[in-house]
């Protein structure tokens, strides 16, 4: 078994992502100018339908399909741990156009936040991993029978049947991390399904009986059963918990599941060098800290009064603190005399200077 050798698949895999990213974020800067143009009719939050005839929604909706479809053919060419932690992009695309279309307020920390994603992610397309040559069913087969990815498999499906039936009524309405870690555990195991169905896909259009193969149905079935589990506990943690607050958890914790599902499935680690071991790991941290700038303080407003004083912007002294620094010592610097030694000794200089 050999490495994938970055090439044409590994590129188109790459712009494929890169293309997702692009047009689910433009899907809800869509979806959303086509909910505010119904003026005077019955909203989508009080339960109206009549978004359905504004075919800006729509266009936001076919949008969201291409996205998603790329976003699948994606995974048949380039690693998971390449595809999954591009997904951040999306928000990118989604908080710039908002800004430009839609008027929303992009502060300075939403911009330091966008930098920072796009530097972590051209940091993680240069050091991306190569994972093993998977180039049909039978090989994703005994990929699937490894000790080692049964035994995440194992651990991921019992911690998510705890956190749904244990950890969920007790802590679920308290606690963020009960539901995020759900969808991401599960969400793991629906991107190796992805991964497979992609394989097939390419076996199919490539002529082979792939339909008569029960793996891909298998996968079909389990991929479909992780995507609801997904949604159902990702809507639970939405509707329970700021978006804000969900939104980035759900990335880190998501993201971080894909990673290490591929690198026990795939082995995609296992022929890197330190450099590009570091490499990936620091862009993935600069995307969640931008993600993480992003989101939380989206709602906080930037003014000139939050500056340094030497910055603000009016100042005549750049140095206000210092002077007046100079003018009241600290209890530090003030001579550890008695108030009586003090004034005799203040008396004794002005008689030397009568003199």
């Not at 100042?315 to 002077?323: E, I, Q």
Request: charged letters at 15%; aromatic letters at 8%; proline letters at 5%.
């Amino acid at each position: 078994q050999v490495p994938v050798v970055m090439g044409a698949g590994f590129g188109a895999g790459l712009g494929l992502a890169l293309a997702s990213s692009a047009f689910i974020g433009g899907s809800f800067v869509l979806k959303k100018k086509g909910l505010l143009r119904l003026c005077g009719r019955a909203r989508a939050g009080q339960g109206g339908h009549a978004y359905l005839r504004e075919w800006l929604w729509w266009a936001g909706l076919l949008c969201m399909g291409v996205g998603e479809a790329a976003n699948f053919a994606a995974y048949a060419f380039a690693p998971a741990t390449l595809v999954t932690p591009l997904g951040a992009l999306s928000v990118l695309v989604s908080a710039v156009l908002s800004s430009i279309f839609l008027n929303e307020q992009l502060n300075i920390h939403g911009k330091t936040g966008c930098i920072l994603s796009i530097l972590g992610s051209t940091v993680m397309v240069i050091h991306a991993p190569q994972e093993e040559e998977v180039s049909s069913l039978e090989s994703m087969a005994e990929k699937l029978k490894d000790p080692g990815f049964i035994v995440f498999a194992v651990c991921v499906l019992v911690s998510s049947l705890l956190l749904i039936f244990v950890a969920g009524p007790r802590y679920g309405q308290s606690n963020v991390l009960v539901y995020v870690l759900v969808c991401s555990a599960i969400g793991s195991l629906s991107v190796s399904c992805v991964k497979g169905l992609g394989i097939a896909l390419k076996e199919l259009f490539s002529g082979k009986p792939v339909l008569k193969e029960p793996l891909g149905w298998v996968l079909l079935v389990c991929l479909v059963i992780c995507i609801s589990i997904q949604i159902n506990y990702l809507n639970k943690a939405l509707d329970i918990f700021n978006a804000s607050v969900v939104t980035p958890i759900y990335y880190v914790l998501f993201t971080t599941a894909v990673m290490m599902c591929s690198a026990i499935l795939f082995k995609e680690w296992q022929h890197m060098v330190l450099d590009n071991i570091i490499g990936s790991i620091s862009g993935f941290l600069t995307i969640v800290s931008g993600i993480f700038l992003l989101h939380a303080f989206r709602d906080m407003p930037f003014t000139p009064n939050l500056l340094p004083l030497f910055l603000q912007p009016g100042r005549a002294d750049p140095h206000p603190l210092w002077s007046s620094a100079d003018r009241h010592q600290s209890c530090q610097h003030q001579p550890l005399l008695p108030s009586e030694d003090k004034g005799s000794q203040s008396a004794e200089e002005e008689e030397e200077e009568e003199e």
